[in-house]
């Protein structure tokens, strides 16, 4: 089994989802009390939080990028970022390492194709729905994306970073989480994908009545094939 990187702490409550998703992944396929070969760095949210709000993706590409180098350098074999909205910087990343980055997008458009979905909603951050760094990823591999128009966006954003990483779950922003996805079925979304790693905390497949792409789910279990 490969040593898996993880860039973490963006927020910590997705990270220690992606841990727990990972680890038990591994356990299932190997059994016995075997768990994953996992190196980690976890950051201060509000650090990382300054950056995007400042817009200066550039040194949150450096940074990112300096440590998928260190990860790297301390024997990690894959490198894994632990969370949607940062894949903006997934170039930066994958320029400044030699082993495989198991792109959250890539393995999300699998995961819909393999359902025979071809349109999909987006929920995410206001960057990950707004801009076209991950909307893109995914139409290249066929896919038709669907996002919420503007003031949902503010609704879905807001609920992220004023609530769910701090671990607070309300369940009137379940509601109003809800109410978007029927929108975006109404305009012909298949399924709904949760392209904010936070949005797992509050919403799950049980509470929508369209397929819902787990991302967090998702990609551990990418990770984890990769590994093998």
Not at 58 to 66: I, Q
Not at 88 to 101: G, H, L, M, Q, S
Not at 125 to 133: A, G, H, L
Not at 207 to 212: C, I, L
Request: aromatic share 6%.
């Amino acid at each position: 089994m490969k040593t898996i990187g993880l860039l973490g702490g963006m927020s910590w409550e997705s990270s220690v989802l992606y841990e727990e998703l990972i680890n038990t992944s591994v356990r299932h396929r190997l059994g016995g009390v075997h768990s994953a070969d996992l190196i980690i760095r976890s950051y201060d949210f509000a650090s990382i939080e300054k950056l995007q709000a400042e817009g200066d993706w550039d040194a949150a590409g450096e940074l990112l990028a300096t440590d998928a180098a260190r990860l790297v350098a301390a024997g990690s074999e894959l490198i894994v970022l632990c969370t949607n909205t940062m894949h903006r910087v997934a170039d930066a990343i994958e320029a400044a390492i030699d082993v495989p980055f198991i792109h959250l997008a890539d393995a999300t458009a699998a995961a819909v194709k393999a359902a025979g979905l071809t349109t999909v909603g987006l929920l995410g951050t206001r960057f990950t729905m707004s801009e076209k760094f991950y909307r893109d990823r995914l139409e290249s591999h066929g896919l038709t994306v669907l996002v919420p128009n503007e003031d949902e966006q503010t609704i879905v954003h807001d609920i992220i970073y004023d609530e769910l990483v701090k671990g607070e779950l309300n369940r009137s922003s379940r509601e109003e989480y809800l109410d978007i996805i029927d929108r975006l079925g109404s305009r012909g979304a298949e399924g709904v994908i949760a392209g904010c790693t936070e949005i797992e905390l509050l919403v799950t497949a049980d509470d929508v009545f369209v397929p819902f792409f787990a991302t967090t789910q998702i990609h551990a279990e990418a990770a984890v094939e990769a590994a093998m």
